[in-house]
Each structure stands twice: as structure tokens, then as C-alpha cells.
């Protein structure tokens, strides 16, 4: 389990990410690159930071294995 410290301690791309997620539930790398305009860098660490905190999940898309599909699995407070 983790503080609600550490969720406020993280930058503003993974909070934009974790408040994404939580409304669409399940999205792929590329919807998210689509939808929140991030360079790939910036939504990689945000994914990781999140990850991290345990708060998404990450598995391959069901048709297609080299996708990722990322949902929200906890949430911080």
C-alpha cells in the first residue's frame, strides 16, 4: 500500500495518466499517446511511476500480443 503522499509526489504526466485511466478503465499505449498528446518519453515514465505505485496494470491486448493495454487497478486515497 502506499501514502497518498506518494500519489501527490508524482509529476503531472502521471497524474494525467492515473485521471485518464480512471475514466476510460482500459487503454492502449497508443490510445494514450493519441489522447493526451505526451511525448512517448513522458508517458512511459508516467506508466512506470505508476506502475511503481501499484496503481495500473499492465498485459498484453487480447487479438494483438505486441500491444499493451493499461487499466486502473487502485486507486490512491
Excluded: C, W
Excluded at 503522499?5 to 497508443?30: D, E, G, N, W
Excluded at 512511459?44 to 487497478?73: A, C, F, P, Q, W
Aim: overall charge positive.
Amino acid at each position: 500500500m502506499f501514502a497518498r503522499r506518494s500519489f501527490l509526489a508524482l509529476p503531472p504526466s502521471a497524474k494525467f495518466l492515473y485521471v485518464l485511466l480512471k475514466a476510460r478503465h482500459r487503454m492502449t499505449r497508443q490510445d494514450l499517446l493519441q489522447r493526451t498528446y505526451l511525448p512517448p518519453r513522458t508517458l512511459n515514465y508516467g506508466l512506470s511511476r505508476l506502475k511503481d505505485l501499484g496503481l495500473i496494470r499492465e498485459h498484453t491486448h487480447g487479438r494483438d500480443k505486441r500491444r499493451m493495454v493499461y487499466e486502473l487497478i487502485a486507486a490512491p486515497m
